[in-house]
């Protein structure tokens, strides 16, 4: 029997549904007792709206479902979450013209009002939360808590509407293949944030992981800014980095330089050459076992900064243009000194200790030292022994600053716990502040 199917309107029900109702009638060739009868027709059009309203329903829960079981913690594994995370941004969920986006975010983002009023200012073309619901899924597999995806949301809004199978499973498949655990990666995603939106990130990480060795090392110079995953290799860091070895300093010279001052791997070519020009002119050879050091002493100052803070060593330390440019040469770093810390120092060096501006100069980093942690605790106990009798006088003042703590106490305490049993307590006081009045003797 041929039966022939013609669509028409419907009653408002199956128009307030988006639907149409299937009016089927037979050939009128047909024989009447072929029929269907117009009871088990009436009874398919009534059930019809229900079953859609029925799967409508289930698709919601499912959706529920899913992320629930996406946010709590996950046990399969990465490759497995994956798939998992990729389905789940598969079934389709119909538009919904009065998606509230403010109340999205902050029900199920966690953000704040403000912070939900800010960000829906970009997500005003969402019409529905499927995209958003399967990329909250994705990151919660990644490990991502709560706290995280609403930071991840507040600073970059447009992360929710990222292609999860499109693009941020290809790149989480990129840093996996690089090596990097699910936790390196949840650690990523949230300081790159709209930069792990761009698949380029892998090849970025590709270059700078061979460069800093491993992701724990690379990740300090990821916090101090973005510029190592947006700058062009090719055209930027790389010729960069070419120059910095000419300068004698090898991967891992660049790497220790680079964690504290990134932005010298992204700025122009012409701006490192001008660093490395400053660093040559207070006295660091290029080459030189300090150079790395002097590079990053000068790279934030300008020259007329340089010279200013030159002549304020000269003035505190008393130094020659000839000293300045020794000490500078053996610990460029003094250059970031506060005014302060080389008052305090050089007076009570010159002042207390008596040594001289030129045996400072070619020692220069007995500057680096704490002048209440460690200088003056141990110039009271080596004054204490030399009046004492227990230590020769011509005993070098640097040589009992720049030795450990464990080996001073072994040279200069332990020895005389018999004869001086006060030692070892006064020195504790000192090393807290508590400057002794003398030092007990029996």
């Known amino acids: 029997m041929t039966w022939h199917v013609r669509l028409t309107g419907g009653s408002p029900l199956w128009s307030g549904l988006g639907r149409t109702r299937s009016e089927i009638r037979p050939h009128p060739r047909e024989p009447l007792h072929h029929r269907p009868s117009r009871f088990s027709h009436s009874l398919a059009a009534a059930a019809a709206p229900a ?6 329903a289930a698709m919601l829960r499912l959706r529920c479902c899913l992320l629930t079981q996406l946010l709590s913690p996950p046990s399969a594994s990465p490759a497995s979450q994956l798939r998992r995370l990729i389905s789940a941004a598969a079934p389709a969920i119909f538009p919904n013209p ?21 960000a829906s200012a970009k997500l005003s073309h969402l019409k529905s939360p499927s995209k958003p619901d399967a990329v909250l899924a994705f990151l919660a597999g990644l490990g991502l808590s709560g706290a995280d995806v609403a930071a991840l949301v507040a600073k970059d809004p447009l992360f929710l509407c990222a292609r999860v199978e499109k693009t941020l499973a290809p790149v989480v498949a990129g840093l996996t293949g690089l090596g990097l655990s699910r936790s390196d990666i949840a650690r990523l995603v949230s300081l790159s944030r709209d930069k792990f939106r761009c698949r380029s990130i892998v090849s970025y990480l590709q270059y700078h992981l061979h460069l800093f060795v491993s992701f724990e090392n690379l990740l300090p110079a990821l916090r101090r800014g973005l510029c190592l995953v947006s700058a062009d290799l090719e055209t930027v860091v790389k010729p960069n980095v070419a120059f910095l070895k000419e300068c004698g300093l090898g991967d891992c010279d660049i790497a220790k330089l680079c964690i504290g001052q990134p932005w010298l791997l992204a700025s122009s070519l012409e701006c490192v050459r001008s660093v490395a020009a400053r660093a040559e002119g207070i006295g660091v050879p290029c080459g030189s076992a300090m150079f790395r050091h002097a590079l990053w002493a000068v790279a934030r100052l300008s020259q007329e900064k340089i010279a200013a803070k030159v002549e304020h060593l000269k003035k505190m330390l008393r130094w020659s243009d000839a000293e300045v440019r020794i000490a500078l040469s053996k610990s460029p770093g003094m250059l970031s000194f506060s005014s302060d810390r080389l008052q305090g120092i050089s007076e009570f060096l010159i002042s207390k200790a008596g040594l001289e501006p030129a045996y400072i100069a070619h020692r220069p980093a ?31 003042y640097y040589n009992t600053l720049c030795i450990s703590e464990k080996v001073f106490m072994e040279r200069f305490i332990c020895p005389h716990k018999e004869a001086a049993p006060h030692l070892a307590e006064d020195y504790a006081d000192a090393c807290r502040g508590e400057v002794p009045f003398s030092f007990r003797f029996t």
Do not use: W
């Open 98 to 118: 009065s998606f509230d986006v403010e109340g999205y975010l902050v029900s199920t983002c966690g953000l704040t009002r403000a912070q939900a009023l800010k």
């Open 366 to 396: 007995m500057l680096n030292y704490s002048l209440e942690g460690r200088i003056k605790p141990r110039h009271y106990v080596v004054k204490y022994l030399k009046e004492n009798g227990f230590l020769d006088h011509d005993r070098d």
């Open 51 to 56: 079953n859609l309203l029925l799967r409508g």
